[in-house]
């Protein structure tokens, strides 16, 4: 699958790097991110923080925009969308509420980039956040429907927030990364009776469970590490003393060494009585190799996967059972605890894991939504159902504005969501435009190709009410206008008047391209993307002894309309049996069939019953192509990518064709080119083939598929379409795409 190599840009937006376990967690992502390659990663905070330095040191950027003061709004706001339109993001991270809905405001002003929100409890307190606080905790409820993506760092945040009215198909459970190389075990026998709880102080983290669990744990020592409120520290230490704890209780303040310290613990517990997510001191201490005791809040349960050691939040009793069990295990049965603890981080909770899992929802393209005219037989609808086949990194969805198609059920196959909105060809109607938004407001794609006419004025419809970038796809050439029908013509000419809109127009064509923009198409939305060829399905016929006596077997494939010319070519096969009348000519295509009467009152006149089959529509056209000895294209007009050139190619089969489109620069030189609408010359070309050795004619089909491969292959077309479905595709001008030129369209 091709990769898009430009690297992703990634701003984080979190409220301060201070201490913390949502800071911790940022820093260990970005670093990581930034060592894995690809991202260009800038953290964007409110406040300064003690993580700055160690984000710096790392290579990652980091920008503080200063919030002066509580009340500094405007001000600050404007800072932020200034900082943030000069990074210029392909997303924006935020991490927790306040920078959840920052980032959610300056999409609009900064591009719209990609925005995630981070949530990284399981449980708010927002009654406790004062006014701002709580307006803020409504307007995330609120709002939330409109970021792209949101990741929990736990399966009890998620579930919490769907509760609360998140999106729940927007939700992805990340957990926290545990740095095993810092967080490691050593030989320490942990064979103590010491029970350590580390977290800030606050009533989240219920010290009182604690406090009384130890007091009935007499043989126990109980030790405290962590900073907080002085008021609901005081009252701590004061139920310490009320229950006689105070000679078996050390009190002691945040420390920054706890790799160094877990190690020498003997059992980390865990009392958070609501709130907690995914607590990273839980999994510090068992990458570190720790016993731990945790109450059943947030992921801890998940976390410690062992019931023994998870309690009901606040039970005492419980809490004391199980130090009093973690006391009573013996030297043998706490080694194996450290183990397990150790083991269940590395397979399931390292920062390896976490980074993988968030560069790929930070890469993951959205909803690609494409639009065609139809689903029927033909070269831009299998074009179509192989780019979706092969473009694996997005979701797609086709909106078909007819009914039916040979193609709706190879789509669905591939994995794309196939709506068919049955309108009458050229009538649309307001049910169907109707069902053209809803459908697009559901999807909520990032991208919307518009492929074929009628196709990319449908992408612009839908548009409406989205955020998404139209792109267009025009998939054949324009030598005279009067050669359409009145309704594509005036379809054609306001797609001019309207391609300003589009972020880019791409062409299957050189020739198209130039015919395009000269009547008004934007030049500076141009990009060129050929058609591609699957040259495992596309493949040369194995030799076989029969063959020395088979017929010679010439191909004209293709639907029956005027642009394809069929009375051109059997014109010209009725001029080359007269020399080869040993010529069979097979003809296949939706209407090449006996029931066309007009074909087949032509092949009727021009003695030609005994060497054209009319064969109809055919599953087997690969089969077929690599059985021919040549292939011919006689289309009049219209052609912009000759499918059936390049097909015969790829199978290594000669070529005759007429010069319309990009025939020429498909086959190079490797076929004969002939002019449009002249039986002579096309019978002297195909003629001039036949009359080559069978070795010759090899060579010449082995120079067609080498011509295939090297510039018209499908993985390189995959590639060039990743790149524009991007969130950064770049716009090549016409002198970067386009060959020089060709005539024009003519208007008449």
Same mark, same amino acid.
């Given at each position: 699958m091709p990769e898009c190599h430009a690297p992703c840009r990634l701003a984080f937006l979190i409220r301060d790097l201070g201490h913390g376990g949502a800071q911790r967690q940022l820093v260990t992502l970005a670093k990581a991110l930034v060592a894995l390659g690809g991202f260009e990663i800038c953290v964007v905070h409110f406040y300064p923080g003690v993580f700055e330095s160690e984000l710096q040191a790392a290579g990652v950027r980091t920008v503080c925009v200063g919030k002066r003061h509580r009340w500094d709004l405007a001000g600050f706001f404007l800072r932020l969308v200034k900082t943030m339109r000069a990074l210029g993001p392909d997303v924006i991270h935020g991490y927790l509420h306040e920078s959840n809905l920052m980032a959610l405001l300056l999409k609009p002003l900064c591009g719209f980039p990609k925005v995630l929100w981070g949530i990284r409890d399981s449980q708010t307190d927002a009654e406790t956040w004062g006014l701002l606080g709580r307006l803020s905790f409504r307007l995330n409820c609120l709002l939330s429907g409109w970021a792209d993506g949101i990741i929990a760092n736990s399966r009890a945040g998620r579930d919490y927030y769907i509760g609360k009215g998140y999106p729940a198909a927007r939700f992805e459970v990340v957990p926290n990364g545990i740095d095993t190389a810092r967080f490691k075990q050593t030989l320490l026998g942990n064979s103590g009776q010491t029970f350590t709880l580390i977290g800030r102080l606050h009533p989240m983290k219920d010290h009182a469970t604690f406090l009384r669990a130890l007091a009935e744990v007499p043989e126990a020592q109980g030790r405290i590490i962590g900073s907080g409120d002085a008021a609901y520290a005081e009252e701590m230490r004061r139920l310490a003393a009320t229950l006689g704890l105070t000679n078996r209780l050390t009190w002691e303040t945040a420390r920054d060494d706890l790799p160094e310290m877990y190690p020498t613990l003997d059992c980390v517990v865990s009392t958070s009585a609501y709130g907690e997510g995914f607590?990273?001191? @839980? =999994?510090?201490?068992?990458a570190c190799g720790l016993p731990c005791i945790a109450s059943d809040v947030g992921d801890s349960a998940w976390l410690v996967d062992d019931r023994r050691w998870i309690f009901p939040a606040g039970d005492v009793a419980a809490l004391t059972g199980a130090m009093k069990s973690f006391l009573a295990l013996n030297h043998e049965g706490r080694r194996a605890l450290r183990e397990q603890n150790r083991q269940r981080i590395a397979d399931h909770f390292t920062v390896e894991k976490m980074v993988a899992k968030t560069a790929e929802i930070v890469r993951r393209q959205g909803p690609v939504l494409w639009i065609t005219t139809g689903l029927g037989t033909g070269g831009a609808e299998m074009m179509l159902t192989q780019l979706i086949g092969g473009l694996k990194h997005h979701s797609h969805t086709v909106i078909s504005l007819t009914a039916g198609g040979k193609y709706i059920e190879p789509l669905r196959a591939v994995g794309a969501t196939v709506h068919t909105l049955d309108m009458p060809v050229g009538k649309p109607t307001v049910g169907a435009?109707?069902? @053209? @938004? /809803?459908?697009?407001?559901? #999807?909520? !794609? #990032?991208?919307?190709?518009?492929?074929?006419?009628? =196709?990319?004025l449908a992408a612009l419809i839908a548009r409406m009410g989205t955020q998404a970038k139209v792109i267009w796809n025009i998939r054949q050439s324009l030598y005279d206008l009067s050669l359409e029908k009145r309704g594509s013509a005036l379809v054609i000419r306001a797609l001019g008047w309207l391609s300003f809109w589009p972020k880019l127009i791409t062409y299957n064509s050189q020739v198209s391209a130039r015919q395009h923009e000269a009547i008004g198409y934007r030049p500076n939305k141009t990009r060129l993307i050929p058609n591609g060829f699957d040259l495992e399905k596309w493949q040369p016929a194995k030799p076989r002894a029969e063959d020395v /006596?088979?017929?010679i077997l010439i191909g004209r494939f293709g639907r029956y309309t005027a642009m394809k010319d069929y009375p051109t070519f059997l014109r010209a096969a009725a001029l080359i049996v007269q020399q080869r009348p040993d010529v069979q000519c097979l003809l296949a295509g939706t209407g090449v069939n006996a029931d066309n009467a007009e074909l087949a009152e032509l092949v009727q006149q021009l003695g030609l019953t005994n060497h054209v089959q009319l064969l109809g529509e055919r599953q087997d056209l690969p089969e077929m192509t690599a059985s021919l000895d040549l292939?011919?294209?006689?289309?009049a007009f219209g052609e912009g990518f000759p499918n059936v050139v390049g097909e015969a190619m790829a199978c290594?089969? !000669?070529?005759?064709? #007429?010069?319309i489109g990009d025939t020429a620069w498909v086959m190079g030189e490797t076929g004969r080119l002939v002019p449009a609408k002249d039986p002579a010359a096309l019978a002297a070309a195909c003629l001039d083939v036949l009359r080559l050795s069978p070795a010759l004619r090899h060579q010449s089909g082995q120079a067609g598929r080498a011509r295939i491969l090297a510039h018209f292959s499908l993985n390189r077309v995959l590639a060039l379409f990743e790149e524009v479905l991007s969130t950064r595709a770049h716009i090549a001008t016409s002198s970067e795409a386009i060959a020089p030129l060709k005539p024009a369209v003519t208007s008449n």
């Amino acid at each position: 699958m091709p990769e898009c190599h430009a690297p992703c840009r990634l701003a984080f937006l979190i409220r301060d790097l201070g201490h913390g376990g949502a800071q911790r967690q940022l820093v260990t992502l970005a670093k990581a991110l930034v060592a894995l390659g690809g991202f260009e990663i800038c953290v964007v905070h409110f406040y300064p923080g003690v993580f700055e330095s160690e984000l710096q040191a790392a290579g990652v950027r980091t920008v503080c925009v200063g919030k002066r003061h509580r009340w500094d709004l405007a001000g600050f706001f404007l800072r932020l969308v200034k900082t943030m339109r000069a990074l210029g993001p392909d997303v924006i991270h935020g991490y927790l509420h306040e920078s959840n809905l920052m980032a959610l405001l300056l999409k609009p002003l900064c591009g719209f980039p990609k925005v995630l929100w981070g949530i990284r409890d399981s449980q708010t307190d927002a009654e406790t956040w004062g006014l701002l606080g709580r307006l803020s905790f409504r307007l995330n409820c609120l709002l939330s429907g409109w970021a792209d993506g949101i990741i929990a760092n736990s399966r009890a945040g998620r579930d919490y927030y769907i509760g609360k009215g998140y999106p729940a198909a927007r939700f992805e459970v990340v957990p926290n990364g545990i740095d095993t190389a810092r967080f490691k075990q050593t030989l320490l026998g942990n064979s103590g009776q010491t029970f350590t709880l580390i977290g800030r102080l606050h009533p989240m983290k219920d010290h009182a469970t604690f406090l009384r669990a130890l007091a009935e744990v007499p043989e126990a020592q109980g030790r405290i590490i962590g900073s907080g409120d002085a008021a609901y520290a005081e009252e701590m230490r004061r139920l310490a003393a009320t229950l006689g704890l105070t000679n078996r209780l050390t009190w002691e303040t945040a420390r920054d060494d706890l790799p160094e310290m877990y190690p020498t613990l003997d059992c980390v517990v865990s009392t958070s009585a609501y709130g907690e997510g995914f607590s990273n001191v @839980l =999994g510090e201490a068992m990458a570190c190799g720790l016993p731990c005791i945790a109450s059943d809040v947030g992921d801890s349960a998940w976390l410690v996967d062992d019931r023994r050691w998870i309690f009901p939040a606040g039970d005492v009793a419980a809490l004391t059972g199980a130090m009093k069990s973690f006391l009573a295990l013996n030297h043998e049965g706490r080694r194996a605890l450290r183990e397990q603890n150790r083991q269940r981080i590395a397979d399931h909770f390292t920062v390896e894991k976490m980074v993988a899992k968030t560069a790929e929802i930070v890469r993951r393209q959205g909803p690609v939504l494409w639009i065609t005219t139809g689903l029927g037989t033909g070269g831009a609808e299998m074009m179509l159902t192989q780019l979706i086949g092969g473009l694996k990194h997005h979701s797609h969805t086709v909106i078909s504005l007819t009914a039916g198609g040979k193609y709706i059920e190879p789509l669905r196959a591939v994995g794309a969501t196939v709506h068919t909105l049955d309108m009458p060809v050229g009538k649309p109607t307001v049910g169907a435009l109707w069902q @053209l @938004l /809803k459908i697009s407001r559901l #999807t909520r !794609p #990032t991208v919307i190709m518009g492929w074929m006419y009628h =196709g990319c004025l449908a992408a612009l419809i839908a548009r409406m009410g989205t955020q998404a970038k139209v792109i267009w796809n025009i998939r054949q050439s324009l030598y005279d206008l009067s050669l359409e029908k009145r309704g594509s013509a005036l379809v054609i000419r306001a797609l001019g008047w309207l391609s300003f809109w589009p972020k880019l127009i791409t062409y299957n064509s050189q020739v198209s391209a130039r015919q395009h923009e000269a009547i008004g198409y934007r030049p500076n939305k141009t990009r060129l993307i050929p058609n591609g060829f699957d040259l495992e399905k596309w493949q040369p016929a194995k030799p076989r002894a029969e063959d020395v /006596k088979k017929p010679i077997l010439i191909g004209r494939f293709g639907r029956y309309t005027a642009m394809k010319d069929y009375p051109t070519f059997l014109r010209a096969a009725a001029l080359i049996v007269q020399q080869r009348p040993d010529v069979q000519c097979l003809l296949a295509g939706t209407g090449v069939n006996a029931d066309n009467a007009e074909l087949a009152e032509l092949v009727q006149q021009l003695g030609l019953t005994n060497h054209v089959q009319l064969l109809g529509e055919r599953q087997d056209l690969p089969e077929m192509t690599a059985s021919l000895d040549l292939v011919v294209s006689s289309s009049a007009f219209g052609e912009g990518f000759p499918n059936v050139v390049g097909e015969a190619m790829a199978c290594a089969v !000669p070529v005759v064709a #007429t010069d319309i489109g990009d025939t020429a620069w498909v086959m190079g030189e490797t076929g004969r080119l002939v002019p449009a609408k002249d039986p002579a010359a096309l019978a002297a070309a195909c003629l001039d083939v036949l009359r080559l050795s069978p070795a010759l004619r090899h060579q010449s089909g082995q120079a067609g598929r080498a011509r295939i491969l090297a510039h018209f292959s499908l993985n390189r077309v995959l590639a060039l379409f990743e790149e524009v479905l991007s969130t950064r595709a770049h716009i090549a001008t016409s002198s970067e795409a386009i060959a020089p030129l060709k005539p024009a369209v003519t208007s008449n």
